[in-house]
């Protein structure tokens, strides 16, 4: 993939799911940075962060 891993397409695509299909963009993305990751968590909903961790552990 290149150095971009077409973020912006991650990005739009997980802003638009549902809960799961956050949980699951976010648990099997591999490639992007520390902070792309950090960008994610911010369009995530905070009072699920829990769910979100059970699926990482």
Do not use: C, W
């Amino acid at each position: 993939m290149n150095s971009s891993v077409n973020f912006e397409e991650i990005k739009t695509r997980f802003i638009n799911a549902g809960l799961d299909e956050k949980i699951e963009i976010y648990t099997t993305t591999s490639g992007l940075t520390v902070e792309q990751f950090k960008e994610l968590l911010r369009h995530f909903p905070l009072q699920h962060l829990d769910k979100l961790e059970k699926a990482m552990g």
